[in-house]
């Protein structure tokens, strides 16, 4: 069997993801403990009923930005098939 080969930049990457790792699990706990389970006051739009507009309009341009990449991902593909056909056709 061939021998695993680790390069400087591979244990250097390696060791960076584990502190981001942990990093981040401690930020996590920390949130944790910061949450107390006393009975909370409704924020300004749920007092209101305003989240449900917040939550259609995010998902709304959420749609959109994600309508908009589908589009630009078919004309780059209609534009490389095209490319492809017109360096075929000068060979």
């Given at each position: 069997?061939?021998?695993?080969?680790?390069?400087?930049?591979?244990?250097?990457?390696?060791?960076?993801?584990?502190?981001?790792?942990?990093?981040?699990?401690?930020?996590?706990?920390?949130e944790?403990?910061?949450q107390?389970?006393?009975a909370?006051s409704?924020?300004f739009f749920?007092?209101?009923g305003?989240?449900?507009?917040?939550?259609?309009?995010?998902?709304?341009?959420?749609l959109?930005?994600i309508?908009?990449?589908?589009?630009?991902?078919?004309?780059?593909?209609?534009?490389?098939k095209?490319?492809?056909?017109?360096?075929?056709?000068?060979?």
């Amino acid at each position: 069997m061939g021998k695993l080969f680790f390069s400087e930049k591979n244990t250097i990457f390696i060791l960076t993801m584990k502190k981001m790792l942990v990093t981040l699990c401690s930020f996590l706990t920390i949130e944790m403990w910061a949450q107390t389970p006393a009975a909370k006051s409704p924020d300004f739009f749920e007092s209101t009923g305003k989240i449900y507009v917040v939550v259609g309009v995010l998902a709304m341009i959420l749609l959109g930005i994600i309508a908009f990449l589908v589009s630009l991902e078919r004309k780059a593909n209609r534009l490389e098939k095209m490319s492809d056909w017109a360096e075929q056709e000068n060979d």
